[in-house]
């Protein structure tokens, strides 16, 4: 590593990357990327004294479209790929090109033209560049990765020496050693003749990681989750409690669990024994943030004024009013944004009950009748009188594919006949064993059993008096290799468009097939929700950890698991006297026990974003009831919201301590895709406010509007960062 350190001061090695790992771009959601960036920054800043401005990203299966805001607003100039040259059905059209984000925020981004990162520095390499250049027209500068980057390597010897020899071919273009910040300096010359791409970098291919090794995806979840309200907690503890913030330890959890955002891992492409390591690490590190996070709240609450010792807190940034139980008391609370409310609370009107039957679960605004298989037959929405599904078709109806495909790929022959093999076969069926409905408190319930192979399902469906949402808690035992479980819901819904979350923002994506492109996105990513609505209205699917989703016409997909072989899966065995041989048996990806959540929402129109995210945000993080560390007789801490807006649109994606210990950190976005105009209620002390960029370095003064109280502008879909002052 000394070596390293002095071959970059002398300028025999050049620092890439900006990121802590190079992160998969879809799963993770908007703060895990922003540090991803904060944390790659800081690294390169502490160990060499230099942050590249050029994000590189050469093998990553896909970008979202909130990437360029996110790469500007830390301070980069460029972006560099490859990766959409491994479109299956469409050629990307460029290799220079502006490339303009949801929120409209643009990047200049160079894609390589030899379209690849191990290039040989041959002659066919620059004859290549020379011909197949999209941007030669207008550019005379493109560049040329060479060396062994596939697996590490780098360039060699032999690369060196072709270089030497090939600068003086007439019959070639000229090639020059140089660091590529010059190169980027001299091609950003010719940008104002670049095209412009707007939205996703969609990869046509690699659908399947959004899917493979299920675990995974949930912990990293779970973790993005557990570390927000940590955060938050700590924040706030210390501001009212003096618990010290646990600084060090939430920048060794935060780094782990970027690292296992690296683009193999958490898209389920790695070999086997790197789940076997990393599923045990990400228990470890939950059951860590689950402890601290209690010492954090039960501090916290021990300075409340009140002399209760039982309360609700709420670390989302909108209020809510939920079902919550303790110690078996079911209670209808209300609780502000980022903040707590006492156990049991206000009185609250009391709900109209919910109901179930044998083939039936109803509240005041849904009724769900159950066909004989098990599936959903019918979805009314009471208050609109309008039947959700497709009288032809069942909802949650369960559908068993073979899965030919690997960690990465499904099975389909795109190229030649744009065919999708899955959806040639005819699927299994699970097999409806066991049913019974059931009141459970607040909940009407309807737990079914079904069997498959040798594998079973279980869910528990549940409609909740006073809730328009029905839940469907899962859990499988899961043993059919070379299969993939899919869920259906057939709606009623006509439209050309649906919408689905991505990280920091939405965007919409047809639901036609009728030209290449829409039928090359036969499978693509989301966060917590989409959305398939018309005039009308539409319906919303919810989800706590899957991320794989078709949207055809009518029909709303999601896939809940692949069982695939594992890369690399012969099993390695080791004898007694040390020597390894391999065995020939695989082995597949997501075989034992998977539990996990979805939800699904009929709805009229208005269904904004905001209200999509909030739903999704609760769905994701109900709330829980929490006791104080001892008996108090009252302390300090204010009731009410620590932090709250007056805008739905806007949500606090972060609330922590600054990196340099100087301040609190508060992240904004806008989820909706119109302009706004919010104000803070900030009940932390703090002296001054200054937004900064993503790096947390000042940007402009904030003026407070009232003591306590900042107004905030925000163009669509936008990213904003303020530091409190002490």
Same mark, same amino acid.
């Given at each position: 590593y000394?070596?390293v350190?002095?071959?970059v001061?002398?300028?025999?090695l ?5 990121f802590w790992?190079?992160?998969d771009c879809?799963?993770p959601n908007?703060?895990s990327l922003v540090?991803?960036?904060l944390h790659?920054?800081r690294?390169?800043k ?5 942050v590249?401005r050029? =994000?590189w990203q050469?093998d990553?299966?896909g970008y979202?479209?909130?990437l360029?805001?996110?790469?500007? /607003?830390?301070g980069?100039?460029?972006?560099m790929?490859?990766?959409l ?5 469409n050629?990307?059209p460029?290799?220079s090109f502006?490339?303009e984000?949801?929120?409209?925020t ?7 033209p030899?379209?690849t990162?191990n ?6 390499a620059?004859?290549?560049i ?8 207008v550019?005379?500068h493109?560049l ?7 697996g590490?390597?780098?360039?060699g010897q032999?690369h060196?020496e ?8 007439e019959s070639?273009?000229?090639?020059e050693i ?6 980027f300096e ?5 940008a104002?003749?670049?095209p412009?791409w707007?939205g996703?970098?969609?990869l046509?291919?690699h659908?399947g990681?959004f899917?493979?090794q299920?675990l $995974?995806?949930?912990?990293?979840r779970r =973790?993005?989750?557990a570390l927000?309200?940590?955060e ?5 503890a210390?501001?009212f ?10 920048d060794?959890i935060w780094?782990e669990?970027l ?5 193999d891992?958490?898209?389920g492409s790695?070999? /086997? ?8 690490r ?11 996070t !209690?010492e !954090?709240?039960?501090k916290?609450l021990?300075?409340a004024?009140?002399r209760?010792?039982?309360?609700v807190?709420?670390?989302l ?7 919550v139980?303790?110690e078996?008391d079911?209670r209808y ?11 049991p609370?206000a ?6 009950p919910?109901?179930a039957g044998p083939t039936?679960?109803e ?5 769900v009748?159950?066909?004989a298989d098990?599936s959903?037959a019918?979805l009314?929405?009471?208050t609109?009188g309008v039947?959700?599904l ?9 559908f $068993?594919y073979p ?5 990465w790929?499904f099975?389909?022959?795109l ?5 999708l093999?899955y959806l040639?076969?005819t699927?299994?069926?699970?097999v409806?064993?066991h049913?019974?409905a ?5 909940? !009407?319930v309807?737990r079914?059993e079904y069997?498959?192979? /040798?594998s ?5 469906i549940v409609l909740? !008096?006073k809730s328009?949402?029905?839940?469907f808690?899962t859990s499988l035992?899961w043993?059919e290799?070379?299969q ?12 050309d468009?649906?919408?689905f979350?991505?990280?920091f923002?939405s ?5 036609r097939?009728d030209?290449?492109?829409?039928q ?5 990513p989301?966060q917590?929700?989409?959305d398939?609505?018309d005039?009308?209205g ?5 989800n706590d =950890?899957k991320?794989g989703?078709?949207?055809k016409?009518?029909r ?5 698991l ?7 899966s012969a099993?390695i065995t080791?004898?007694d ?12 990806t997501?075989i034992?026990a ?5 939800a699904i929402?009929?709805?009229?129109g208005?269904?904004t ?6 739903i999704?945000r609760?769905?994701?993080s109900?709330l ?7 008996p108090?007789r009252?302390g300090r801490?204010?009731s009410?919201s ?5 805008h739905p649109?806007?949500e606090?994606t ?7 210990g100087q301040?609190?950190i508060?992240?904004?976005c806008?989820?909706a895709?119109a302009?706004?105009?919010v104000?803070a209620t900030?009940?932390?002390?703090f002296a001054?406010a200054?937004?900064t960029?993503l790096?947390?370095?000042?940007l402009s003064?904030?003026p407070?509007?009232?003591?306590g109280?900042?107004r905030l502008e ?5 990213i ?7």
């Open positions: 000394g070596e350190k002095r071959a001061a002398e300028g025999g050049e620092i890439q990357g900006s790992v190079e992160p879809n799963i908007g703060e540090r991803q960036v790659g920054s690294f390169f502490e160990e060499f004294g230099y590249p050029q =994000c050469p990553v299966f979202n479209g909130q360029p805001q996110i790469l500007v /607003k830390s980069h100039d460029a972006f790929t490859q990766k040259s491994w479109n299956i059905v050629r990307f460029h290799h502006h490339w984000g949801i929120d409209g643009s990047i200049v981004t160079h894609m390589l030899e379209e990162y290039g040989p520095a041959a002659p066919r620059l004859k290549k020379r011909d197949e250049y999209a941007q030669r027209d550019s005379g493109a040329m990765c060479y060396g062994i980057g596939d590490g390597g780098g360039p032999e060196l072709r270089l030497r020899r090939l600068s003086a071919f070639l273009p000229r090639v140089r660091p590529t910040p010059e190169f001299e091609w950003k010359k010719d104002g003749k670049f412009r707007k996703e970098l969609y046509e291919r659908q990681t899917t493979t299920a $995974v995806k949930r912990n990293n =973790c993005e989750i927000r309200e940590l938050f907690l700590a924040v706030v210390e501001a409690a003096g618990q010290p913030y646990p600084a060090a330890e939430l060794a780094k669990v690292l296992y955002q690296f683009h891992i958490l898209p790695s070999i /086997k024994r790197v789940y076997d390591e990393t599923n045990p990400y228990a470890a590190l939950l059951g860590r943030l689950e402890e601290l !209690a !954090a709240c039960a916290l021990g300075a004024e009140s209760v010792e039982t309360f807190v709420n670390p940034s909108h209020p809510r009013e939920e079902w139980e303790h078996g079911w609370v209300c609780v502000p944004a980022m903040g707590f409310s006492e156990w609370g009185p609250v009107s009391a709900p109209e919910a109901e039936h679960l509240n005041e605004f849904l009724r009748e159950f066909a098990g959903i019918s009314r929405d009471k609109r039947e959700t497709r009288g032809d078709e069942s909802g949650n109806a369960f $068993v899965d030919r495909g690997d960690a790929d099975d389909a022959d190229p030649a006949k744009n065919v093999l040639s076969e699927p299994q069926r699970p409806l064993v049913s019974s059931s009141m459970e408190g607040p909940h !009407a309807m079914q069997e498959v192979g /040798k079973k399902i279980k869910q528990r909740q !008096a328009r949402r029905l839940d808690e035992d043993q290799t070379a993939m479980l899919r869920v259906a819901f057939p709606t009623t819904v006509k439209t468009t649906a919408r979350e991505i990280p923002g965007l919409q994506r047809s639901t097939e030209d290449s492109v829409a090359a996105q036969f499978e693509v989301a917590q929700w989409i398939l609505s005039e009308r539409g319906v919303a699917l919810f =950890c991320y989703f078709r949207v016409g009518h709303m997909e999601m896939t809940l692949r069982s695939v072989p594992h890369p690399s099993v080791v004898d006297s040390g020597k390894a041989g391999a065995s020939p048996r695989r082995q597949f997501d034992g998977h539990v996990f959540r979805y929402q009929p709805h009229g208005g269904m974003e905001a209200k999509l995210t909030a999704a609760g769905f994701n109900p829980r009831a929490r006791t104080t560390v001892r108090h009252g801490l204010p009410g620590f932090i709250s807006l007056d649109a806007v606090i972060a609330c922590k301590r600054a990196e340099d301040g609190t508060l992240r904004f806008n989820v895709p302009r706004c105009s104000e900030i009940a932390l002390p001054s200054m937004e960029d790096l947390e370095n000042p003064s904030l407070q509007a009232q003591p109280r900042l925000f163009s669509a879909f936008e904003k960062t303020v530091r409190l002052a002490p």
